[in-house]
């Protein structure tokens, strides 16, 4: 009986032992395995930073004040956030290869927000990215433009200014609440003019239980603080005599409305048509605005669609999805700038369109959203 109870005292002690001696190691090795210590990013062959390592490049460069594009937040899902690598990336990861095409991954492309910094990295950043600037901003105004989609009007206090090119987006930052234990980034195309530089406006359209649009229709109030980053994006209007073709739904609007200013302000009399498309009446807006444009621009035609009217609902316009209006309002593309804004499905199918017409591919732009 004697010798059982010393062998199991033994048996616990070796357990407890063991048990110590992990816990020992694992502590160790979160120091250790985890710290990277500090890292050297070498970017455009002479720009160098220290930075520590072991986190996201997205992040490590947002620390350092280079802001990428990032709409998704860092998850991996919008593809946005792009950036070449040419030494120290090491292998792609498998969650970076939705987005990189094979050509991409032979000239090093990356996607930032996935790739870690664990060695000395050199990079190639667009220049334009170093005029993107972190700024807090006052929200001014909230209108309800459709039953879903609200114009925030966001008044920049420090910087107090932005400069940026008709079509590109800002990204917002949305503080932890409710549905999101983190704070999260947004991109939103700015609708105002470039002209305006103390504010921006956004044009917003609700997604059931989406992060950041649920927090701009359900929580935020005039006056609250926010961060915004920007401009960012390659979706502008190209300084040729080419006819345009602008093609939006919903919220699409933002980018095409913000164009529309510029080339009003600029005197920009090119041949141009922007086909609206939305359901119903109820998701028309800004009707008198756009019709104003056709005003101050002689050469431009304005043509909303509505592809679902309600039994009984009175349209004299365009009726159809906005691939069928274009088919029928577009009859050679030769000479054609195609831009459009919306969801990746009726973006797809309006380039197709395009092509059928005679649109070089390489004349139509977009932002899919
Ligand atoms: C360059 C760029 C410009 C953009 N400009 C605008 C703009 O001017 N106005 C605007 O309203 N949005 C714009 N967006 C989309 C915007 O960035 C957000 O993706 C969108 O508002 C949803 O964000 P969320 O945080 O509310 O939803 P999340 O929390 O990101 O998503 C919640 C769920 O909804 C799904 N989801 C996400 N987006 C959509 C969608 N659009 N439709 C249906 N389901 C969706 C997701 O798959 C997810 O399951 C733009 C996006 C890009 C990339
Ligand atoms: S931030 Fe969206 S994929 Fe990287």
């Known amino acids: 009986m004697e010798f059982q109870i010393s062998e199991l005292v033994i048996s616990v002690l070796v357990v407890s ?4 001696f992990l816990a020992v190691l694992m502590v160790i090795a979160d120091a250790t395995i985890g710290n990277y210590g500090s890292m050297e990013l070498t970017i455009n062959k002479d720009r160098k930073l220290t930075v520590e390592g072991g986190g996201t490049l997205l992040n490590t460069l947002k620390e350092a004040g280079i802001f990428i594009p990032s709409a998704c937040g860092g998850r991996g899902s919008c593809g946005l956030c792009k950036c070449k690598v040419t030494e120290g990336g090491g292998d792609h990861l498998p969650t970076e290869l939705t987005f990189i095409s094979k050509d991409e991954q032979k000239l090093g492309i990356r996607l930032s927000c996935q790739l870690k910094v664990k060695r000395n990295m050199s990079l190639e950043i667009p ?6 600037k972190e700024y807090k901003a006052k929200v001014s105004s909230i209108k309800d433009l459709t039953h879903d989609i609200k114009e925030v009007r966001l008044e920049l206090l420090e910087p107090r200014e932005i400069n940026f090119i008709a079509g590109q987006f800002v990204q917002i930052q949305v503080p932890e609440y409710e549905l999101s234990s983190e704070s999260v980034y947004r991109a939103y195309s700015v609708s105002s003019s470039p002209s305006m530089k103390n504010a921006v406006e956004l044009e917003i359209r609700y997604v059931p239980n989406g992060i950041c649009t649920t927090y701009v229709h359900k929580h935020l109030k005039v006056g609250e603080i926010l961060t915004i980053t920007g401009p960012y994006g390659e979706f502008y209007l190209r300084d040729t005599d080419a006819e345009i073709i602008c093609v939006a739904g919903g919220s699409g609007m933002a980018p095409i409305k ?7 302000e600029k005197g920009i009399n090119r041949k141009a048509a922007y086909i609206f498309g939305a359901q119903g009446k109820r998701d028309l807006f800004l ?5 104003e444009f056709e005003t101050k621009l002689p050469d431009f035609r304005f043509i909303p669609a509505l592809s679902n009217l309600a039994p ?4 004299t316009g365009e009726t159809g999805k906005v691939t069928e209006v274009l088919a029928r309002v577009l009859t050679d593309g030769s000479n054609t700038e195609a831009y459009l804004c919306g969801s990746p499905g009726m973006i797809d199918a309006t380039v197709a369109i395009l092509k059928s017409k005679g649109v070089k591919e390489d004349k139509i732009y977009y932002d899919k959203f």
């Open 17 to 20: 032992g063991i048990a110590t």
């Open 127 to 132: 220049e334009e990215l170093f005029n993107v």
């Open 312 to 315: 009984g609902e009175e349209w």
């Open 287 to 291: 009707l008198d605005e756009m019709k």
């Open 258 to 264: 913000s164009i529309l200013h510029h080339m009003a």
